[in-house]
């Protein structure tokens, strides 16, 4: 188990680029998504975005309470439907959670951890988590889309809300 070091606001600039592309799946992206899925659990994240551990690859990870977790390498949303306000936090900014608004459904498309091209349509939590997830590797936050001041909220010591 090898947990990588997450990177958080103010000071890392890589969660404000837009990540690279991966060309190709390899023993050392393999080894990247090994160890991303290990950081989240880590870390009880719902997500985790390679930006958000230093690495400035377009590769996600994700995994909802009691499934099996999913790798997106080179995601892209196809379609999104809906709109819904959702209560969100983020392990890159730790301390606050903001009312934001998410679709209700989205559909990714992607390489999975072979590099086979894998299709993803997700409603609920995993398209909130599929849209955060997908942000990261374009340098927005989720502090980017609360609309005002009273939507953001400085979490109190002690257990804080879901990251992703």
């Known amino acids: 188990m090898v947990c990588r070091k997450i ?8 969660l404000r ?6 060309p190709k799946v390899d023993g050392s992206i393999r080894r990247l998504v090994d160890d991303m899925l290990d950081t989240m659990r880590q870390e009880n994240g719902v997500g ?6 230093g690495v400035s690859l377009r590769v996600v990870v994700i995994q909802l309470p009691d499934e099996e977790p999913m790798v997106l390498i080179n ?9 819904r306000e959702v209560l969100e ?12 608004k998410r679709s209700t459904s989205v559909t990714v ?9 894998l ?7 995993l398209a909130q988590a599929l849209e955060h997830e997908l942000d990261h590797l374009d340098g927005v936050l989720f502090i980017d889309r609360v609309e ?3 939507k953001l909220h400085r979490l109190e010591a002690g257990p804080q809300s879901e990251g992703m």
């Open 148 to 150: 005002s001041p009273e």
């Open 89 to 100: 936090g983020c392990l890159s900014v730790p301390g606050y959670s903001g009312h934001i």
């Open 17 to 22: 680029q837009k990540a690279r592309k991966v």
């Open 48 to 53: 985790l975005a390679a930006p958000q551990i």
């Open 119 to 125: 299709r993803i349509k997700g409603s609920g939590l």
């Open 75 to 83: 995601p892209e949303i196809v379609k999104r439907s809906g709109e």
């Open 109 to 117: 498309k992607g390489w999975d951890r072979r590099g086979k091209t």
């Open 7 to 14: 990177c958080c606001l103010p000071n890392d600039l890589v």
